[in-house]
């Protein structure tokens, strides 16, 4: 079985997408985090998940030490907002993925997070948002991307509203980047996906009818 760590800061909707799709391709064994107060932790609880609350993120090598008898095979980082220290993403050797939501490299990188990418999608005019799945590296939002998932941004989105909807096909790219990443092994790039533009029936994306 393909064992999978997950690493969350907030309410942990990406990780509950994750639990909800494990079963026969993968488990997710622990859940992680910096924030004691993260609603992910809730969610691990109630599905007997184990949890670790870190003493201090910044600590490489007890985060090495304190995921080690998880023996994980992929390290989920699902709204996780600390920098992951250099010994980590080095422990797991490519084998730990970060969920973005914006179409990376373009509204990345530091103290791009939350509501503050949407923002930023919006008033850069772009037609175009949706979800980027990428390897870790030493940088926030660097590294091989894997999988992304167009979502148009519609002339009358709020912030909030885009949001919404980027968040919607977070919960579909995520649990299909990790099945892909179980069946191979490792994590591997997926096909585009381009469904958001045709699927007008996907009742998670909204088109705009013209
Ligand atoms: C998601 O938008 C994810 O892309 C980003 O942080 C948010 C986390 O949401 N990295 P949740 O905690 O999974 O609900």
Same mark, same amino acid.
């Given at each position: 079985?393909?064992?999978?760590?997950?690493?969350?800061?907030?309410?942990?909707?990406?990780?509950?997408?994750?639990?909800?799709?494990?079963?026969?391709?993968?488990?997710?064994?622990?859940?992680?985090?910096?924030?004691?107060?993260?609603?992910?932790?809730?969610?691990?609880?109630?599905?007997?998940?184990?949890?670790?609350?870190?003493?201090?993120?910044?600590? $490489?090598?007890?985060?090495?030490?304190?995921?080690?008898?998880?023996?994980?095979?992929?390290?989920?980082?699902?709204?996780?907002?600390?920098?992951?220290?250099?010994?980590?993403?080095?422990?797991?050797?490519?084998?730990?993925?970060?969920?973005?939501?914006?179409?990376?490299?373009?509204?990345?990188?530091? $103290?791009?997070?939350?509501?503050?990418?949407?923002?930023?999608?919006?008033?850069?005019?772009?037609?175009?948002? $949706?979800?980027?799945?990428?390897?870790?590296?030493?940088?926030?939002?660097?590294?091989?991307?894997?999988?992304?998932?167009?979502?148009?941004?519609?002339?009358?989105?709020?912030?909030?509203?885009?949001?919404?909807?980027?968040?919607?096909?977070?919960?579909?790219?995520?649990?299909?980047?990790?099945?892909?990443?179980?069946?191979?092994?490792?994590?591997?790039?997926?096909?585009?996906?381009?469904?958001?533009?045709?699927?007008?029936?996907?009742?998670?994306?909204?088109?705009?009818?013209?």
């Amino acid at each position: 079985m393909y064992r999978v760590g997950v690493f969350a800061s907030g309410s942990g909707t990406n990780l509950q997408s994750l639990i909800d799709a494990a079963g026969r391709e993968f488990t997710v064994c622990v859940v992680a985090t910096d924030n004691p107060a993260a609603g992910a932790l809730q969610r691990a609880a109630a599905h007997n998940i184990p949890t670790i609350s870190f003493a201090d993120p910044r600590d $490489g090598p007890d985060i090495v030490r304190s995921l080690a008898k998880f023996e994980l095979d992929l390290v989920v980082l699902a709204g996780y907002l600390k920098l992951v220290p250099a010994d980590v993403v080095a422990a797991f050797n490519r084998g730990m993925i970060n969920i973005h939501p914006a179409l990376l490299p373009a509204f990345g990188g530091k $103290g791009m997070y939350g509501i503050k990418v949407h923002e930023a999608v919006l008033a850069s005019g772009c037609a175009v948002s $949706g979800p980027t799945v990428h390897v870790v590296g030493e940088e926030y939002d660097r590294g091989r991307i894997l999988a992304q998932w167009p979502v148009p941004v519609l002339p009358a989105d709020s912030a909030a509203e885009l949001q919404r909807r980027v968040l919607a096909v977070e919960h579909q790219l995520l649990p299909a980047v990790v099945k892909a990443a179980a069946a191979a092994g490792t994590p591997v790039p997926l096909e585009p996906r381009t469904e958001a533009f045709a699927a007008a029936d996907d009742p998670s994306i909204e088109l705009r009818k013209e």
